[in-house]
């Protein structure tokens, strides 16, 4: 089974508009974390945000927040005023304190900002 | 964030010849590196783990002899894809986790865009 799911593979939003990446996860470890990853086309991997098991609150970094329901397993990632240079594959991954330190990534979804 | 450095950023080799790739971490201490591989509009697929002075755990269906994975020491890890054939071409990237609190995410290299002719 599928630990990261991304419904979306392809995104599109108008530049300065919030667009909203889904991401749902499967484990049943209590304890793990989740991330979400930007990769541009020159094929880097860029740390956009972190949410902890335990973490009460959602994690916010600059223009990105994550929207972390656990009940629903689900970590969705939220861009507000969107810019071109958004326009990127972006992947949320997990990684499981049972499971050692690899991280599963989701299969991403490509996001396009129009101008 | 810490920085990772990953080398080379593109190669081209014949078939049957090794290529080496290097991932270093530049300003943290790195206990495990990832290498990864990529296909072109796939997600990124865990090869092998490596801790620094023991051999690396590879994923179910990655052949370790081919794949070599070496972590001589905290900041450096090199795959070596042996006898390398077409359909080894592929995205390889590495990742890194610091040593200690405060990081828990990890860091990648560039990544290096292996073909092979």
């Known amino acids: 089974a599928q630990k990261i799911t991304q419904t979306q593979p392809g995104m599109f939003v108008q530049e300065k508009e919030a667009v909203t990446l889904d991401c749902t996860y499967d484990t049943s470890d209590p304890s793990y974390g989740l991330f979400w990853y930007k990769q541009p086309s020159s094929g880097e991997m860029i740390f956009l945000i972190y949410?902890?098991?335990?973490?009460?609150q959602n994690a916010t970094e600059g223009r990105y927040s994550l929207n972390f329901q656990k009940a629903r397993k689900s970590a969705n990632l939220v861009i507000s005023a969107s810019q071109l240079g958004d326009s990127a594959m972006y992947f949320c991954a997990m990684r499981e304190q049972n499971y050692g330190q690899n991280f599963v990534f989701g299969p991403g979804t490509r996001l396009s900002v129009l101008p | 964030g810490a920085v990772v450095s990953q080398h080379p950023s593109r190669v081209i080799c014949k078939s049957g010849t090794s290529v080496k790739i290097e991932c270093r971490s530049l300003d943290f201490q790195a206990t495990t590196m990832f290498w990864y591989r990529q296909f072109p509009k796939q997600s990124l697929m865990l090869m092998a783990t490596s801790n620094e002075g023991s051999k690396a755990t590879y994923e179910q269906g990655v052949e370790k002899d081919k794949f070599l994975i070496n972590h001589a020491s905290l900041t450096l890890s090199t795959l070596t894809v042996t006898s390398a054939h077409p359909e080894d071409s592929s995205f390889y990237i590495c990742?890194?986790?610091?040593?200690?609190?405060?990081?828990?995410?990890?860091?990648f290299g560039q990544g290096t865009r292996l073909t092979v002719v």
């Open positions: 990742s890194a986790r610091a040593r200690g609190q405060g990081f828990p995410e990890a860091f």
């Open positions: 949410q902890g098991s335990y973490d009460q």
